[in-house]
């Protein structure tokens, strides 16, 4: 994976100058380089009050992924002290406290019906828990209660299929990486991945893979990788999960280089993947572009209520070009070689400004929603994916085989035209003649179809902050 994505950086490097995409350059998409694709998919919630909206989008967007928390309720900390919690009387506490109306999860279920359900267990409960260094806020994992946290993970699985949410992957943690929910030191983390795949399979649930770490950002995923393959825990995950928040990350710019996004997967997380001999399929189980020097600042409005407030919030989230570059890194995730990419979030909440829905509090779809429908809407079926070449960080591209046909997409981030010609390699279908064209303009903040400027060649132009997608097919 590493050695494609640097033979497509050498292909864009001029004598003399920096990398850039060439105008009416032929583009390559080898698919005997590509990898398997499963599609994307979204952080959804229970509770969300805007259910019509989720159901919509779920359906439009044809999402294959869902992520959610099950229905576990909060449990007095009185009845949890001491050791030796039972799945089973994990489970009799939660039918004690339970608070989510039956209403509320089926709904949920019926909307994700036909997606693979990503259930998240977000963290140790506080009394299992402990607080570093005099932080209030800042939690670690107490391993006196590993045994105890391993039973709450089966229980709380377990009885978010009695309500039918019937989890393909779980994640053991949220982001293991911080303090803020629970810190897990690496190898306690594999430690944990052990036990939890011996007692999912203990009750039944060989079926429920394990992903993980998880953790907030790729580079941080590097001691946890490396701790799973030291202890011979990696054999007990079905996926690597990772969140992608690196460009979140780029204020000061002295401690380590800037990131300019799109991100995609990091050269960190790529050299200490190949490094590891890694092979199993990577899902980014959260990702935004919520890089905050070029977001939280003018001519973006930060009084609206988007944003504002939160340390890392993002001002620009109801602006067409904030969608375009979300869109970008989603496509860049797939390019680089991601199997899944869930977007933090589908709907925002409503605790206040730290949202980063595509839709609203109010059930009002933001751009990013339209800017994601060009290649959203044309992805079916068993897929591979490959990025371009030449391709760069302004000008990302990925084709996409979804069987008969492939899907082209071009992200422009510059404010000129781009043209470019599609050549396909390690392909046994014909691909001579084109069939649609989508594209998303930041200059409309929408979606439509539109005629390729020259069939004939099928030369795509992609005009600039705009995003294109573009379906060839057999001929008739």
């Given amino acids: 994976m590493r050695l494609h994505a640097l033979l497509a950086a050498l292909l864009l490097v001029p004598l003399g100058g920096q990398s850039h995409a060439t105008d009416d350059a032929t583009t390559v998409y080898d698919f005997s380089q590509a990898h398997d694709f499963d599609g994307y998919g979204a952080h959804v919630w229970i509770s969300n009050q805007n259910t019509v909206q989720r159901e919509q989008a779920i359906d439009e967007l044809r999402y294959r992924h869902v992520r959610a928390a099950g229905p576990r309720p909060p449990i007095p900390d009185s009845e949890l002290s001491g050791t030796g919690h039972t799945v089973a009387e994990l489970l009799d506490l939660f039918e004690t406290y339970h608070q989510l109306p039956a209403s509320a999860i089926d709904g949920l279920v019926q909307d994700i019906s036909g997606t693979t359900l990503h259930q998240i267990v977000w963290s140790m409960p506080k009394p299992w828990m402990t607080l570093q260094n005099g932080c209030a806020t800042c939690w ?32 053991l943690t949220n982001e293991p990486d911080g303090n803020w929910n629970t810190y897990w030191e690496p190898e306690d983390y594999a430690d944990l991945v052990e036990q939890t795949r011996a007692a999912l399979d203990a009750h039944g649930l060989q079926s429920v893979g394990i992903e993980g770490p998880g953790t907030g950002t790729q580079r941080n995923a590097v001691a946890y990788l490396e701790a799973l393959v030291a202890e011979r825990a990696v054999g007990s995950l079905d996926a690597i999960s990772v969140h992608d928040y690196d460009t979140s990350y780029t204020d000061d710019c002295d401690e380590r280089p800037c990131l300019e996004p799109p991100i995609g997967l990091s050269d960190e997380f790529q050299a200490a993947w190949d490094e590891l001999g890694l092979t199993l399929p990577i899902h980014v189980t959260e990702y935004t572009n919520r890089d905050r020097t070029k977001w939280n600042a003018a001519p973006y409005d930060c009084s609206d209520g988007a944003g504002a407030g939160r340390v890392n919030g993002v001002c620009a989230l109801n602006t067409p070009v904030y969608g375009l570059w979300l869109a970008t890194e989603g496509l860049k995730l797939a390019a680089d070689g991601a199997t899944a990419a869930i977007q933090w979030e589908l709907q925002d909440g409503p605790w206040g400004t730290t949202n980063w829905g595509l839709i609203n509090v109010s059930g009002g779809f933001r751009p990013a ?93 992609v005009p600039g902050q705009s995003l294109v997608a573009v379906r060839f097919g057999p001929s008739t």
């Fill in 369 to 461: 929603y339209r800017a994601f429908k060009p290649f959203l809407l044309q992805l079916s079926g068993d897929m591979t994916a490959v990025t371009g070449s030449p391709s760069s960080q302004q000008t990302v591209t990925a084709a996409f085989d979804v069987g008969s046909d492939v899907v082209v997409v071009v992200s422009n981030l510059t404010t000129s035209a781009v043209t470019l010609t599609p050549s396909f390699a390690g392909l046994s279908q014909d691909t001579s003649a084109i069939e649609r064209q989508l594209v998303y303009r930041v200059s409309t903040g929408n979606t439509a179809e539109e005629s390729v400027t020259d069939p004939a060649t099928h030369t795509i132009t």
């Fill in 140 to 171: 670690e994992a107490n391993t006196a209660h590993l045994a105890d946290y391993v039973n709450l993970i089966v229980a709380e699985v377990l009885y978010a299929r009695q309500y039918g949410m019937n989890a393909t992957y779980v994640e």
